[in-house]
């Protein structure tokens, strides 16, 4: 089975995940923000125009790739991890933002 791989700088992790044909960038970063969530909460915790108890559901992830020049490309969402993966992108990197607001 093929993987991705996703990198998230702001806690420091790594993961390799498998997908299948019909695995979109939101299956697996909602995976993502489960594993991760105490550490995505403290993350976003730093921030001072958090809310208090903030919740994953409030929380989004953008994710992009580094192309062949070094510029970052903003990637959907709703976009198929294999359609990526077709193109030769075989790294992600995800970035937890909160929304604003108290």
Not at 14 to 23: I, R
Not at 33 to 43: A, N, P, Q, S
Request: hydrophobic share 30%; glycine share 6%.
């Amino acid at each position: 089975m093929p993987e991705m791989t996703y990198v998230c700088p702001q806690i420091g992790s790594t993961d390799y995940l498998d997908y299948e044909e019909d695995t979109t960038f939101e299956d697996q970063i909602n995976e993502l923000k489960e594993k991760y969530l105490r550490d995505i909460l403290d993350y976003v915790q730093q921030f001072r125009n958090i809310r208090q108890n903030i919740g994953l559901d409030q929380i989004t992830v953008k994710i992009h790739y580094i192309d062949a020049e070094g510029i970052k490309q903003t990637i959907g969402l709703k976009t198929y991890v294999k359609a990526m993966a077709e193109r030769h992108i075989d790294k992600i990197y995800w970035e937890p933002e909160p929304i604003g607001g108290h």
